[in-house]
């Protein structure tokens, strides 16, 4: 299908010209708008924007007092608040863990919980079974659980998938990590598989991030989905570290370097003749959190939706902590949804000058995020807009703070045919579309385009870039982020008043007119032949 509109249908706002900056299209970004809404989200008022806390609720009254003025609508019961039923399960500080007879420090060593409602995990002598990547994938010939009986066992298991250590196997897909290399999935097969555990063992690379976020993510409250029909879950998951787990396997006799070697060759199995010892108390507590959820219908086919995600949620605070004890989250994530506040106030005040776009606009702010997308889950699960009037979804994720770029990174890059609309978009910049640097990281599986994935909607994670525009930008990001290293999910996330904002203006220009020019249209894209989602969403060979 060809698309209806040219390019320059952005005429409708002001002549096109080629230019790196927003004013391109004739419309301004307010940076200090967008600077002041980072600020505000990510001050320590708002306590680190844990959900079903305080600082949700104060969260909640920012984003719906915000959308009010801006203009946008409520969802169709009236309510910008979507209700997503969670449960926090709390595991104890003090744990007793003992694995293959060694003593294990939590926080130190190893990180457990359970997401159970019951008051006390008790494991006694559970074998542990060295289960490789932990992946059942018939499509790739490969089952690290051929042949085991994992009942009442605790697996032990790599992060990221085979392609990753062995990228010129033909196995996966090389260095990009697939859904098989995610944790979430590692667990969900382990459960599968009937094991009692599931146990990742950390590697720094292969994760993409240290053990501190691990450390910082997996303790305190883990909040999950108050599901009618829930799956079947491992008793305990965690993490271990690969001090830790070398120390274990060589207890049993064997080398860990040896038999990760083996696993990225080949599906592995191995019982390492040792058991492991857990006890800690638990609880489970019942409550509600929201996304948020806005409107601008559109002016001819106002059933058709175009949705921009982000998530408000962060890690909250830790009074375990000396010090700083507040996790702000100003990159991750007040600055992207500070960038989807900025693109609503765009498209209200083009439909006010009566340049409104055909299809609707609407914004999803999740909840739970950062406990395994549980919000945009939910949303995926009980869309309040149908999903298969759902055209695409645009994803903003800690936006670009280190000033204009050159390019414009795609993550996952050549997965769907939304992207031809943020290619237009950034040609018109003068800049160049480009992959992520690291794909084995995962990126495409971990914020919240992901769940719309899933059941086959077109959806996009982009934005920032890897060239910096001129010599005094490049300077500038190296100092930034040298100042910045560290800090995600961590407490140092916290806003900088000389961050430069130039190069998020830029790429929220992109996404306006991206969505724009597929708001004015009659496309309805697809993922591309050799996705793992074309066939739930063909593409439909649109041409711009």
């Known amino acids: 299908m060809r698309l209806l509109v040219p390019l320059c249908v952005l005429a409708l706002v002001a002549g096109c010209t080629h230019d790196s900056g927003e004013a391109a299209v004739g419309f301004h970004f307010d940076e200090q708008l967008y600077r002041n809404d980072i600020k ?42 979507q209700k997503v039923p969670m449960v926090s399960y709390s ?55 051929q042949g085991i009986d994992m009942h009442g066992k605790i697996a032990l298991i790599l992060v990221n998938d085979p392609g990753f250590a062995n990228p010129d196997s033909g196995k996966f897909d090389g260095k990009a990590m697939t859904y098989y290399g995610r944790w979430t999935y590692k667990y969900e097969e382990a459960s599968r598989q009937g094991a009692v555990g599931a146990i990742i063992i950390h ?46 396997f060589a207890k049993a006799g064997h080398a860990l370097d040896l038999a990760i070697n083996q696993a990225a060759h080949k599906p592995t199995q191995l019982p390492l003749g040792q058991t492991a010892t857990i006890s800690f108390t638990n609880s ?19 059933d058709e939706h175009i949705l921009f995600t982000g998530h408000w949620d962060h890690l909250g605070k830790d009074n375990t902590l000396e010090g700083d004890k507040i996790f702000n989250g100003a990159m991750d994530n007040a600055s992207g949804v500070a960038g989807m506040l900025a693109i609503a106030r765009q498209f209200t005040a083009a439909a006010k000058a009566g340049h409104g776009i055909r299809r609707s606009v609407t914004c999803v702010v999740t909840t739970g995020e950062e406990q395994g997308l549980l919000g945009s889950r939910y949303y995926a699960e009980h869309p309040l807009f149908p999903l298969e009037h759902t055209i695409g979804v645009f994803n903003l994720d800690s936006t670009n703070i280190y000033g204009k770029t050159k390019d414009f990174t ?81 407490t140092c996330d916290e806003y900088q008043a000389d961050w430069d904002l130039s190069g998020a203006l830029q790429d929220l220009a992109v996404y306006y007119r991206a969505a724009t020019m597929l708001g004015n249209s009659d496309a309805h894209p697809g993922y591309y032949e050799g996705t793992e989602f074309y066939s739930l969403r063909p593409a439909t060979h649109i041409k711009l």
């Not at 507590?285 to 086919?301: D, H, K, M």
Request: hydrophobic share 35%.
């Open 40 to 81: 505000t989200l990510a001050s320590d008022a708002f306590e680190g924007r844990a959900p079903t806390t305080h600082g949700e609720q104060m969260t909640l009254d920012y984003l719906v007092h915000a959308f009010k003025s801006i203009g946008m609508q409520p969802g169709p019961d009236g309510s910008y608040l």
């Open 91 to 145: 595991a104890s500080e003090q744990q007793q863990i003992t694995l293959a007879g060694i003593p294990l420090q939590y926080r130190k060593d190893i990180v457990l919980n359970s997401h159970h409602d019951i008051k006390r995990v008790d494991i006694e002598n559970a074998p542990l079974v060295f289960v490789g990547y932990g992946i059942n994938a018939p499509e790739y010939d490969w089952n690290d659980y």
């Open 203 to 248: 590697q720094t690379e292969a994760a993409s991030y240290p053990w501190s976020v691990v450390e910082h993510s997996w303790t305190g409250p883990q909040q999950d989905l108050v599901t009618e029909n829930a799956q079947p879950r491992v008793t305990v998951e965690g993490w271990i570290t690969l001090d830790a787990a070398t120390a274990i």
């Open 284 to 302: 489970a507590n019942y409550g509600e959190s929201y996304n948020v959820v806005a409107n601008l219908p559109g002016t001819v086919n106002a």
């Open 410 to 490: 795609i993550v996952g890059k050549g997965k769907s045919e939304l992207e031809l609309y943020l290619t237009a978009a950034v040609n018109q910049q003068q800049r160049q579309v480009k992959s992520e640097q690291h794909p084995e990281s995962g990126g495409y599986f971990r914020s919240d385009h992901f769940s719309f994935a899933k059941y086959g909607v077109p959806a996009v994670f982009a934005g920032g870039g890897n060239e910096p525009i001129d010599e005094a930008t490049a300077k500038y990001k190296e100092q930034m982020q040298q100042r910045m290293k560290g800090c995600y999910h961590n």
